[in-house]
């Protein structure tokens, strides 16, 4: 069965902050993944999947994040956090087997203080 | 506006009693699902429907149930059989198959007193 793991419960971060959210996962075939963003009071949006190619993508706002398959992971990045990235930060894996079905991680809470 | 629209955003019962929520979409979306977030454990899969006429249950379906008669509407009954059914409810949709990014619409909270 599949499953993403978040280590990351909360982290805390001062304005202008580098981040890195990690994200691993379980399934040995051929995934897609994805990082949703939940801000204060809004729906989860996207904010960058990786299907193929590049192993680097980029999103928006300035995240980015990197998928090594070697070690399952697709680590989420920022080099300068700003106070409006405050936000639950969920990452999913979609297995390629079929069903279009996304397992979630258990999201960390970014809080960025000004 | 195309878009996901989840109705009511809040709503209170009192226990056992059944509640709908309903999710309407507008994307020509073929696939849609239904998921729960509780705090510190994600999102959890309840039911999913790949096409009209036609929905498998997720991972937590015990005390819910669905119908997906149209392929704009996806309600979700809640009913007195689900043990803890106090949640935020997201409704989402995806053009189907393998790959496909799912977009989420805006929740619904209920709380059952």
């Known amino acids: 069965a599949q499953s993403v793991s978040q280590h990351n419960h909360h982290v805390i971060l001062s304005e202008a902050a580098s981040l890195e959210l990690g994200c691993n996962y379980s399934?040995?075939?051929?995934?897609?993944l994805f990082w949703y963003v939940q801000y204060p009071g809004q729906h989860l949006q996207l904010l960058l999947k990786?299907?193929?190619?590049?192993?680097l993508v980029k999103g928006i706002k300035g995240f980015e994040a990197e998928f090594i398959k070697s070690k399952f992971s697709f680590n989420l990045r920022k080099p300068s956090v700003q106070w409006s990235d405050t936000a639950e930060y969920f990452c999913?894996?979609?297995?390629?087997?079929?069903?279009?079905?996304?397992?979630f991680g258990t999201g960390t809470r970014l809080t960025v203080i000004p | 506006d195309g878009g996901i629209t989840q109705s009511p955003k809040y709503l209170f019962r009192k226990e056992g009693q059944n509640v709908t929520l309903s999710c309407e979409q507008n994307l020509n979306h073929d696939a849609m699902y239904w998921y729960r977030q509780d705090p510190g454990q994600g999102l959890r899969l309840i039911y999913y429907?790949?096409?009209?006429?036609?929905?498998q249950k997720g991972d937590i379906a015990e005390g819910y149930s669905v119908s997906r008669e149209k392929k704009e509407s996806f309600p979700l009954t809640v009913t007195s059989a689900q043990k803890n059914p106090t949640a935020f409810y997201l409704c989402?949709?995806?053009?189907?198959?393998?790959?496909?990014?799912?977009?989420f619409g805006e929740g619904s909270w209920l709380t059952v007193v």
């Open positions: 429907s790949q096409i009209v006429n036609d929905f």
């Open positions: 990786y299907f193929s190619g590049d192993p």
């Open positions: 989402a949709s995806s053009t189907g198959g393998d790959g496909n990014t799912i977009y």
């Open positions: 399934y040995g075939g051929t995934v897609n």
């Open positions: 999913a894996v979609n297995a390629i087997t079929g069903a279009n079905n996304l397992f």
